[in-house]
């Protein structure tokens, strides 16, 4: 038997190494083993225990010279010593001596200039199946002298001691980019492995000319692509999955000087609420070979109840891309025509779609807006804001700025129309309000992707300073104006200043961008708000 895992200091001669098993084969063992069980529809479902979502408090990245002056350093990127790493590495090495052991290679990357191939040892089948559905597989040929030029370790069953490890708690995620090496303890929850490379990815690409991005991308039957950027929930990888658009990927992608590719081999997608009706293809990728996380299923039918929401709200499905039947399997596209960016507004008064300018662009992907739900989270009671830079904070070890020029470069070089939407709320915030359709936001979409909002007239939102249509194919004029639907114009208009004065206040923490809080929401006079109407 070949030994995998001796090379980078695992002690695998003890261990049995199932390496690259495919997918019945993994699904077998992760029943045997009792790590899930198979619902109605044939998708191994799993109940990933304490840990239903990423921890960001556990995530560090190992703080050397290589990196030091590089990452931007804080609440989110978290430092940690060699010394540490290496302390947990060697508790990893003996906790996975004589076990079991699941690897998988492959790579993160459809570009093949810009491809990273990786290597997963898994202590679970089932988070093995994950990896292997998730991102690109390679051909046997490929296999053949595969030099993995990261590895990832995830050991669940190991639990931590934050006293003498030196860590936050009983989990750690945690990155060393010298030793080109991430490791995962005490978590079952399979996204942690995805977004580790992600964040890798997005480390090293910028030096590569490539722009990492959080979003989803498709490509229409005209050639032209689009990207949507946007944070959970607030529709990405819905929309993206369009029956009219070939997907190229859901969740994350790489911009070069040749186009975009995805960095993926599968999704990643929400279940919560999911409905065949508004999402048909994700709703038929739930099949054998995919994998379920949390989702309830009937103990004797064993059908899943998407909108059961007892063990998170998080619930999640994942799958190859090549479930989706009019997915991309090359998974690059040419250089995007337009951008979306899409926010779930609980507060009920961003506009439904509005246009913004290069400038705002990049005001508005620093910002990275959406907002958090009542009851969604312990001690939320209404809505509150929430603000990821980038559309995706957690996963970006540079500084702002890097990705934001990054953005700004390429919008400029190939004249890319960029549009804010909300898939979030109107008439009122999240509780009184009600949310806005999934057909009028397709609607919305369609409209932008086919350039027909180009040639519409727009007026300027008072305090939000982002140019809103008139007119848009397919939804009612009065939809778009976000004031119209308010019965109360008075709170509409508190609700407005209220969300611009937490923007301005998040912007203030950016540098070097300081000239880019001009583009974006103001703080008027009420007088001038008397008449939010178009203008």
């Not at 090379?7 to 045997?32: D, F």
């Not at 010298?178 to 929850?189: E, F, H, S, V």
Request: proline share 7%; charged share 20%; hydrophobic share 40%.
């Amino acid at each position: 038997m070949k030994d995998y895992v001796s090379s980078i200091g695992l002690k695998g001669a003890s261990s049995e190494q199932h390496y690259q098993l495919s997918v019945p084969k993994l699904v077998e063992i992760a029943l045997a083993n009792q790590e899930g069980v198979l619902s109605d529809r044939g998708s191994l479902v799993v109940n990933t225990g304490k840990y239903t979502g990423r921890s960001p408090q556990d995530r560090f990245i190992v703080d050397t010279p290589l990196v030091h002056n590089t990452v931007d350093w804080g609440d989110i990127n978290r430092p940690i010593a060699p010394e540490v790493f290496d302390k947990v590495f060697q508790k990893m090495q003996a906790y996975l001596e004589g076990r079991p052991l699941y690897l998988f290679e492959g790579y993160v990357g459809a570009d093949h200039r810009y491809a990273m191939p990786a290597r997963f040892i898994n202590e679970l089948a089932s988070q093995n199946l994950f990896v292997h559905q998730l991102f690109i597989r390679p051909t046997e040929n490929q296999l053949k002298g595969f030099q993995p030029e990261f590895t990832v370790i995830c050991a669940p069953g190991l639990k931590l001691d934050p006293k003498t490890d030196g860590v936050h708690s009983e989990a750690a995620v945690l990155l060393n980019f010298d030793r080109k090496l991430i490791l995962i303890a005490a978590t079952q929850y399979s996204g942690e492995m995805k977004k580790s490379l992600f964040s890798t990815m997005n480390y090293l690409m910028p030096d590569r000319n490539v722009f990492p991005m959080h979003c989803s991308a498709n490509i229409g039957k005209n050639g032209r692509s689009a990207l949507f950027f946007g944070l959970s929930g607030t529709g990405k990888t819905t929309l993206s999955a369009d029956p009219e658009r070939t997907l190229v990927g859901d969740d994350e992608h790489g911009w070069s000087e040749a186009g975009i590719f995805n960095f993926e081999g599968g999704c990643y997608a929400k279940a919560i609420r999911l409905s065949k009706k508004n999402e048909p293809e994700i709703w038929d990728a739930i099949r054998f070979g995919s994998i379920s996380e949390n989702v309830i299923l009937d103990l004797k039918t064993r059908k899943p109840d998407f909108n059961d929401d007892s063990l998170t709200e998080n619930t999640r499905v994942a799958y190859p891309i090549d479930y989706i039947p009019n997915a991309d399997l090359a998974g690059v596209a040419p250089h995007p025509s337009t951008i979306i960016f899409l926010t779930a507004d609980a507060f009920g008064v961003m506009p439904p779609i509005a246009k913004l300018t290069e400038a705002q662009a990049q005001y508005h992907f620093i910002s990275g807006y959406t907002s958090k739900l009542a009851g969604t989270e312990r001690d939320i009671l209404e809505p509150k804001a929430a603000f990821s830079t980038c559309f995706g904070a957690p996963f970006m070890p540079r500084p702002a700025s890097v990705y934001a020029d990054m953005l700004k470069d390429r919008i400029l070089t190939h004249q890319a129309n960029v549009y804010l939407i909300n898939t979030g709320w109107q008439g009122g915030p999240y509780g009184i309000g009600e949310r806005i359709s999934i057909p009028y936001t397709r609607a919305m979409v369609k409209a932008a992707l086919e350039g027909e909002l180009e040639t519409q007239e727009f007026w300027t939102h008072p305090i939000f300073n982002i140019q809103i249509p008139k007119h848009c194919p397919g939804v009612p004029d009065a939809l778009l104006d976000p004031a119209a639907s308010w019965s109360d114009k008075a709170q509409y208009e508190e609700q407005s200043l209220k969300l611009a004065k937490m923007f301005i206040e998040n912007f203030k923490q950016f540098k070097g961008v300081e000239h880019l809080a001009k583009v974006g929401p103001q703080l008027p006079s009420l007088a001038g708000l008397d008449n939010c109407a178009a203008v």
